[in-house]
């Protein structure tokens, strides 16, 4: 059953991070500041600002320090950015954002892929992590990838996701966001794998979806999310981005398309839909290309044509 209408539903935008990181063209600190600053004028809250990882690995991401800085302090919003070790944790720390976020696959080859190195080795780091997040009053929120499918290994067992990710939750991380990296998850997966963390004691308040639309799917799978419990959903502006380390995801769900979807069954998302489509304009103009999401663009053209 869909929530009653008037409920609320959480949006983590992270156009700034997953979509900016994937871009070949890399935009400057003071245009990445005003992407967030625009973005949080449309009433997203919770934004990922950037990642602390290896420049050589990630280009796009270096500068995250001087893009918070440049932020200054804003108490009204939920800055994070990615860590994915003891360097990117203290990098973070010293930078003043809000809260961290952990990252890590549910299978081995894209795990080393993206962080050149096993999962237990993610597991140890994180814990580490975590513990000093504890210590510093830093919250952490964990990602975990490729919960559906791996671009490398296929089919990923859901009771190796529920395990890992039970794990994440239990180290400390306040919050789970099933990765579907790939975009390759249909409905019915999404339910059965958020029953299976149900089983296991998590509360689906808990968990996020962080979907790709790849195939088309992205937004049933929010639905099937919402009819299992979930409330918490990861989109990206304009639907930029992908991830550098999984072939073929491209296209993360549009926050428009989000937006449309929870205004259209009467669930709040405090978002400003004609606002978004200007700041994904602007956005665009600044990457030479246009947003995928298919609100963004009837959107924009009945603006055009009016
Ligand atoms: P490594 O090469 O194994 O690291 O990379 P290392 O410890 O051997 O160090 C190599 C060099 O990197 C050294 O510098 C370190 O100082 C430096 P050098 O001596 O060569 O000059 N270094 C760092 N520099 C800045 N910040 C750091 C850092 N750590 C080491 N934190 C590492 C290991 C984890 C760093 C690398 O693999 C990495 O940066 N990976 C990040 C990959 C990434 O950002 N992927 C995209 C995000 S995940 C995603 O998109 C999925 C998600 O959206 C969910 C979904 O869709 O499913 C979250
Ligand atoms: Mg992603």
Not at 21 to 41: D, G
Not at 108 to 114: K, L, Y
Request: charged share 20%; hydrophobic share 40%.
């Amino acid at each position: 059953m869909l929530p009653p209408a008037g409920e609320a539903v959480s949006i983590v935008e992270v156009a700034p991070r997953d979509g900016l990181q994937n871009e070949s063209v890399v935009l400057p600190p003071e245009q990445r500041a005003e992407f967030i600053s625009r973005l949080a004028a449309c009433g997203l809250k919770r934004i990922e600002a950037g990642s602390f990882v290896s420049p050589k690995w990630v280009p796009s991401m270096a500068g995250t320090a001087e893009v918070l800085k440049l932020l200054g302090d804003r108490p009204e919003l939920r800055l994070s950015a990615l860590t994915p070790n003891a360097r990117g944790f203290a990098d973070a720390l010293a930078s003043g954002v809000a809260e961290v976020a952990v990252f890590m696959s549910a299978s081995e080859t894209h795990n080393q892929s993206n962080l050149n190195c096993s999962i237990a080795e993610s597991l140890s780091r994180y814990a580490a992590i975590i513990e000093q997040g504890r210590a510093t009053g830093m919250p952490a929120r964990a990602y975990l990838s490729v919960v559906v499918g791996c671009p490398y290994e296929g089919k990923v067992a859901a009771s190796k996701v529920v395990r890992l990710g039970v794990k994440l939750l239990e180290m400390g991380c306040y919050e789970l966001s099933l990765g579907d990296t790939i975009g390759v998850g249909t409905p019915r997966q999404v339910s059965e794998l958020v029953r299976d963390f149900i089983a296991e004691g998590v509360s689906p308040e808990r968990l996020a979806l962080h979907l790709h639309d790849t195939r088309g799917m992205a937004l049933v799978n929010v639905l099937a999310g919402l009819e299992s419990g979930v409330r918490t959903f990861d989109s990206s502006a304009g639907g930029l981005g992908g991830c550098p380390y999984a072939p073929g995801a491209s296209g993360n769900l549009a926050t428009e398309d989000l937006v449309y979807l929870c205004d259209g069954i009467g669930l709040q998302t405090g978002v400003n839909l004609e606002n978004l489509v200007d700041t994904s304009a602007w956005m665009a103009e600044k990457l030479g290309k246009r947003p995928v999401s298919r609100v963004w663009q009837a959107l924009r053209a009945t603006k055009e044509n009016a």
